[in-house]
């Protein structure tokens, strides 16, 4: 699976849109990219995924760059319920996925 | 909705104990997995299960063992637990992946937080 590169800590102002990038510079043709968060004391959440078109769904958006190499998640209306930790997991769909250290995103009232 | 259960949220145990976490999830999922996740090292994968009685190893096994005698439950054994072993363990589940890769979106327990003193 390829590497994920996602800076540690993001800050975020209440009701602006949310944008968490992740660098996977050595992605393969066949692999999607995947975002879940973990809010403190709590399991991980699925949020979205994609291949190569940009994705939409009731959590967030997901923009992929044209050559793959990057990615970018977006919570369009950040609430404080979106402080929490998010994972960008680069994977062919099999079973396994390989968690990083992710992107603390805190949301500032 | 989907809803997998971890038997306990806390757990203290003696170095050298046996240690059976438990893990039940309820959508008839193909896949279960069970990681431990440490302050700055993110979420490792310790073993995970395609099918019951078959099982694989994931990137950290050492020290544990598990057990998927039923389709909606997966145990994680630590034979003789040591310090080291202090951690958040999640279990989760999946469906297998559709032909064309379909989302392996994994639901994740609760956790289990484990001291070994």
């Known amino acids: 699976d390829a590497k994920t590169t996602q800076p540690t800590s993001m800050d975020c102002a209440e009701g602006r849109a949310a944008n968490l990038p992740c660098n996977h510079s050595?992605?393969?043709?066949?692999?999607?990219v995947y975002w879940y968060r973990q809010i403190h004391s709590q399991g991980p959440q699925y949020i979205i995924h994609?291949?190569?078109n940009n994705e939409t769904n009731e959590m967030a958006s997901l923009i992929i760059t044209e050559d793959r190499k990057s990615s970018t998640l977006i919570l369009p209306h950040a609430t404080l319920r979106d402080t929490a930790v998010y994972y960008c997991?680069?994977?062919?769909?099999?079973?396994?996925?390989?968690f990083g250290t992710g992107t603390r995103l805190t949301i500032i009232p | 909705d989907v809803k997998v259960t971890q038997s306990s949220r806390y757990l203290v145990k003696r170095t050298g104990e046996k240690v059976f976490l438990e893990c039940v999830q309820d959508?008839?999922?193909?896949?279960m997995f069970w990681y431990r996740q440490d302050p700055g090292l993110g979420l490792r994968l310790i073993y995970f299960?395609?099918?019951?009685?078959?099982?694989e190893k994931g990137d950290i096994p050492e020290g544990y063992s598990v057990s998927r005698e039923k389709k909606e439950r997966f145990s994680l054994i630590l034979e003789s637990a040591s310090t080291n072993q202090t951690s958040m363990y999640l279990c989760?589940?999946?469906?297998?992946?559709?032909?064309?890769?379909?989302?392996?979106?994994?639901?994740f327990g609760p956790g289990t937080r484990l001291t070994v003193l």
């Open positions: 989760a589940s999946s469906e297998l992946p559709l032909a064309g890769g379909r989302s392996n979106e994994q639901f």
């Open positions: 050595t992605i393969s043709g066949n692999e999607y």
């Open positions: 994609g291949l190569k």
């Open positions: 997991i680069v994977n062919f769909g099999n079973e396994k996925l390989t």
């Open positions: 959508m008839d999922h193909e896949n």
């Open positions: 299960s395609y099918d019951v009685k078959m099982k």
